[in-house]
């Protein structure tokens, strides 16, 4: 392996022998599109802190669910933002609740796309944490048993995979076990299982209405700095019967997203998430970065990192360039 007999530019040379030797590709099928949903018809309110990314009613929300699966993208996963807020979220567990009645309108009008659903607290609470508060504090247990509720009334309204975000310890478990008795055995769980507390959710929390109104969720979403940790929450995820398992956010942890799919093999999702879409989008915006091909190199690398699955704001965008 010595210069001069190897030169590695030889197959950098031109466009067709990159091809050739690529070693990863990304397709339409790895996107997940998110979609936030509130009440109302015709309604589309644009997010400032997303650029091109709107809280959509029922209507809108079928229009767009439309145009996704019409560039291929397999599947969306939808947040939903009641009217109304109370201490325990009811709205989450409501069978006429936003969430539900999104599914029920998706699954009649734009048969073929998988419906996933964020199954949590925090865009339903009037605390805006992810779940009942005792105290100061998230109260894991009682929690759970709402948690359940939310996922077998997604189920019941058509969810095709349920994807709890909220970060309770025993929720895989849980929500496995009641699906099971409800009659949805077949249902896959896509588990948030390495969710780290991050400032990356900062724009997410403006589209879903969900921001703490006070504290923080550090004492449930996982420390930035532990990686032995996340693989630990993994291990526990898939003992509890998780089907996909989540890392999130991607970039700022695609070391965590390697180890998980060296380590344990499984289906492997990563959240692109908000704040990662709005630095490229702001750069871009102020004509300091190529959009399209920081928005392509990102993705790529999250997908070289080990990802099966990448839920991106720029899935519409990218699988347009990928046609
Ligand atoms: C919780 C949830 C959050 C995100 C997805 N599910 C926010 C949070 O934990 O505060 C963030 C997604 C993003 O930033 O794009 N329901």
Redesign the pocket.
Known sequence: MNFPITRPRRLRQNENFRRLIRETKLSVDDLIM?LFIVPGSRVTNPISSMPGIAQLSVDRAVDECKAIRDLGIPGVIL?GIPDHKDAVGSDAYNDSGIIQTALRAIKEQVPGLLLMT??????YTDHGH?GIIKGQDVDNDATLEILVKESVSHARAGADMVAP???MDGRIGAIREALDSEGFSHLPILA?SA?F??G??????E??E???QFGD?RSY?MDPPNAEEALREVELDIAEGADIVMV??ALPYLDIIRRVKEQFGYPVAA???????AMIKAAALNGWLDEQRVMMEALIGIKRAGADMI?T?FAKDAAKLLR
């Open positions: 998110p947040f964020d199954v949590c607290f925090c865009e992810c975000s909220d970060m948030y969710k507390a991050s990356f959710y900062g724009p997410f929390r589209a879903a969900s921001t703490p969720r979403q999130k956010p959240y692109n998430v908000s704040g990662e879409y839920l704001y």
